[in-house]
């Protein structure tokens, strides 16, 4: 096997094609990025993918902008490199403001800093959290 | 040493007890919970810790909800168990609903996902996310 | 101390070349990759290390396919780039098809996905799973 | 929002129940277990998980054991207590002997372990391994 | 397959009691705690960790206290419950005072938390850390 | 909002001066590392983040070097290369010879190993370590 390479529109199944189109019109965007067209490798999982990233992207009791930096602050807790390059360009595109990113960074990074703080000193559940 | 244990007011030091009262002050609470009452046996990292987590949860350009849904979803991909019940806490005060949560929920499972699908495909960062 | 740097068998000491041997013997390749090399900087890891490797990928109840498909979806997990490229050959060389690749992301991503809503959810373990 | 409930059949709305019942008739199976039950807070996200995971799960170039012996490996690595409690049961029902068990733990240490080591020796991957 | 479930010293075969004797002996402690016990249900995997640990954590360059807090630093920021529990009491028991643990845990804390900030603000290497 | 920039003295507010100047009275250097010039796009967070630092580095019940030798094991276990190289050249002036560092590597390996057998074997905490 060798290492994963993306496929192009002009080389894909009429399925991926088929979800292509769809993302770029849902998107309005002239061609899918590189996450799709790895993904493409597998067309069941580029299919099944894209349909759950849609209705959970989707607006609805919360806005487009907070989901893209919850992503987001998943991605940079992770470490993951091109995700938090996309997702950090979708959630500029949906509203966030150098500001707002600098605020959602201090909050990651205090997160993961209390969470190692509480496993570290055993803390046991409040009561009152626990009903 | 033996296994960390709570401090109680009762049982602190003058400089532990004003930030305890502080932090009662700040939320209108009775008591301190279990994560400052462990912390307390390191009373630098105790003020160090308040005065740090008083200033990044404040609402200045994101709001105290999406501040602490945000806490919740690194809480929930770290597995962090004491946090992700007082963070869930949290955020159903400052106006979290079912709904919200559980929508919440969705985009982090969505994001750890897709967060492997990028590393294992290796996808490399489209050049339009890389300025 | 320096950024570590690999050492070559020209460069090696008669114990690091001993385990370079031996690997490249177990394995039938003309050179030890990087990994080896870097770990060479500490001689007795390296030998430790290549004892407990040789051991535990060896075929046992579990054949070296399964075994390197578990290391390789591990490696997905932590998002280690050197070892995703390099244990994806070692899968790929021991059998992994295209099509295989393909479902164990799907399985990993569905994992590091359902293991976030549990989390979330706090979901208890059913008396059933705890026998 | 008090802490998440499961829902049991009884108390379910008809939608939560289709699902419910297709896993029941899946799995054959009398209950679905907790998993479900909590996720089912969420009616679009559990249909949507199941049939997720009913299509990633169905043997395919990979058959049923690998496919749940991954998901072990990765909930083992994320430190996911129900989830390594439920798929450990899963795996067994799938045919892992506790020899397959003892060689599939070797595995996932032995990979967490030198991940780490990769990472901080800071190896750069062969060029072998990136074509 | 059921639960994994310990094996004492009386129901251990042979080749275990070895390890356990030995164990025993070095630690100088009426019995082996439960990590070995669980263990003990992969005989060979029993012997190898125990042959590891017990050459990685023997005083060296590092002293036995540095080791057993760089153990219970990796733990915490795994959030292994049990790990931190075991590796607390044997840093205590090497000399760990709880003025150090405190300072150990705000380590622990800061490194997590700039680890992100890193992340999301994409730092890129300083050449002079990268010779 | 464009990918993060450093920002350089020269371009910097007096506030993110006045941290610069403080960093590089502190540390005896020229220029402050690429870390604090990216997270200069948030003020704030750079003057509380080099307070914190500041504090919790400094030598007390622990010395520095120890300090940047945990700073480092976590470094490593998260997987973030420019923490990894920069706490690398730190942890070597503070004194870690090259022997150190190999121990330092084989304990942090070693934890994540056995961090995860303690997951998949689900070992219970020993009533002795809970105390």
Redesign the interface.
């Known amino acids: 096997?060798?290492?994963?390479r993306p496929i192009d529109y002009a080389d894909a199944s009429p399925a991926v094609r088929a979800v292509y189109d769809d993302i770029k019109a849902t998107r309005g965007v002239p061609d899918v990025?590189?996450?799709w067209k790895?993904?493409a490798?597998?067309p069941?999982?580029l299919e099944?993918?894209w349909a759950?990233?849609r209705?959970?992207?989707a607006p609805?009791?919360?806005d487009a902008l907070?989901?893209e930096?919850?992503?987001?602050?998943?991605?940079?807790?992770?470490?993951?490199?091109?995700?938090?390059?996309?997702?950090?360009?979708a959630?500029?595109k949906a509203g966030?403001?150098?500001?707002?990113?600098?605020?959602?960074?201090?909050?990651?990074?205090?997160?993961?800093?209390?969470?190692?703080?509480?496993?570290?000193?055993?803390?046991?559940?409040?009561p009152?959290?626990?009903?």
Chains 1, 2, 3, 4, 5, 6 share one sequence.
Request: glycine share 8%; hydrophobic share 45%.
């Open positions: 096997m060798p290492k994963p990025n590189n996450f790895y993904l490798n597998d069941q999982g099944r993918t759950s990233v209705q959970v992207m609805g009791a919360l907070t989901k930096m919850i992503y987001l602050a998943v991605s940079v807790t992770n470490g993951c490199g091109y995700c938090i390059a996309s997702h950090s360009a959630a500029a966030m403001s150098e500001a707002m990113f600098g605020e959602l960074m201090a909050v990651v990074g205090m997160a993961n800093e209390t969470n190692r703080l509480v496993n570290g000193y055993r803390v046991p559940i409040d009152a959290f626990d009903v």
